[in-house]
């Protein structure tokens, strides 16, 4: 008998929360009232012994992936393995990059095939799979930093757009990071896809070598870990903007190439106070201003405006310039950017 997951809704008695061992999923339907409680029966029957499924393939996620068809059986080993499969040839990445957003797709691929909706979320971690019918769409709200939630921007996602998958990596993020970034969030056709290409351009947003950076091999830290003895990142100490820009810029060239190839529709890097936005056509950012200052700053303390969005192929400028739609967010707490859907997990979605 498969092991039950814990599942109840939430006291706004909208959303559905699904839980087993490490995975932690937050769920909202709209529609009918029926196709939405239908919707939520099929979340539950294919969580059931999910985890059990991957961990019954656990050896072969941890391995470096391999370009080409996938040894693994499940459909949510598979689509890990699918969605890492395009980075294998230049990189190291396993399946386990994958992981969040393969579980939060698989889970709305059951509720959707359950009874029609209007539109709907899976939100893993924040992680996150959106289902848009035609003519829907979604403001999803930018969290700077989960331990202490604020919204730094929005953007808005139209079922036209094509973009049903939300994804952010970084070091203080659920797994360790071979980069120095706070946060990139990438918006990408599905889940899987932008969990994967989160955790290549957050790695890529790095300094090597840099003796700011602190570094330990994830085996040290978790004996398990996928990542074997490579260094993860456990502390950046202070920065120059140059350093900054420099760090940026690498994981900007990762980025404008995945958008290029069509993998990645935009994605948001923030370091130090620093975001840089690429692919801003479908990922529309919007910054919202703060009051916020530094800890011991005067009246005169810098203040966030915008968030700096590049086109691809060009560096980023201090101030708007024609044709660019380019400004620069500066919020001086060195705060992480985070796309999450809800209280629970640090962020927000509205209708």
């Known amino acids: 008998m498969k092991r ?4 109840a809704l939430l006291p706004d008695g909208r959303r559905l929360h699904l839980q087993d061992g490490p995975i932690d999923l937050v ?4 529609g009918a009232g029926e196709a939405v409680k239908a919707a939520y ?10 985890l059990d499924e991957l961990c019954g393939e656990l050896a072969l996620l941890r391995a470096p992936a391999r370009p080409g068809p996938s040894p693994l059986a499940g459909p949510v080993a598979r689509r890990m393995h699918a969605a890492v499969a395009p ?9 386990m990059a994958a ?4 579980v939060a797709e698989e889970i709305l691929a059951a509720m959707t095939a359950a009874a029609p909706l209007a539109k709907a979320y899976v939100n893993n971690g924040g992680d996150i799979a959106l289902h848009l019918a035609a003519g829907e769409g ?3 709200g930018l969290v700077d930093r989960p331990d202490r939630p604020s919204l730094f921007g929005r953007t808005r996602i139209a079922a036209a757009d094509g973009i049903r998958g939300i994804a952010t990596s970084g070091r203080h993020g659920r797994s360790f990071s071979l980069g120095i970034a706070d946060a990139v969030t990438v918006l990408a056709r599905t889940a899987a896809e932008a969990d994967a290409a989160a955790t290549v351009i957050a790695n890529a947003v790095d300094l090597p070598g840099h003796p700011a950076v602190t570094r330990l091999p994830a085996r040290d830290l978790q ?3 996928d990542l074997g003895d490579r260094p993860v990142t456990r502390a950046v100490a202070a920065l120059t903007p140059a350093e900054i820009e420099k760090a940026l810029a690498r994981g900007l060239a990762a980025a404008e190439r995945l958008v290029g190839t069509g993998l990645v529709a935009a994605a948001a890097l923030h370091l130090s106070g620093e975001t840089w936005v690429t692919g801003c056509e479908a990922g529309r950012v919007i910054p919202f201003p703060s009051t916020a200052r530094s800890p011991g700053a005067g009246n005169d303390a810098r203040q966030p405006d915008s968030a700096t969005c590049v086109e691809p192929g060009r560096r980023p400028e201090p101030v708007l310039t024609p044709g660019q739609r380019l400004r620069r967010l500066r919020d001086d707490g060195g705060r992480r950017s985070r796309l999450a859907h809800h209280e629970e997990q640090q962020g927000s979605v509205h209708a």
Not at 99 to 102: E, H, L, P, Q
């Open 87 to 95: 980075f294998a040839a230049e990189t190291f990445i396993t399946p």
């Open 41 to 50: 029966a099929a979340a539950a029957r294919r969580f059931t012994g999910m």
């Open 27 to 30: 769920i909202e339907a709209f």
């Open 4 to 7: 039950a997951p814990q599942a």
């Open 99 to 102: 992981v969040a957003g393969a």
């Open 138 to 140: 979604f403001t999803v």
């Open 223 to 225: 004996p398990d870990s």
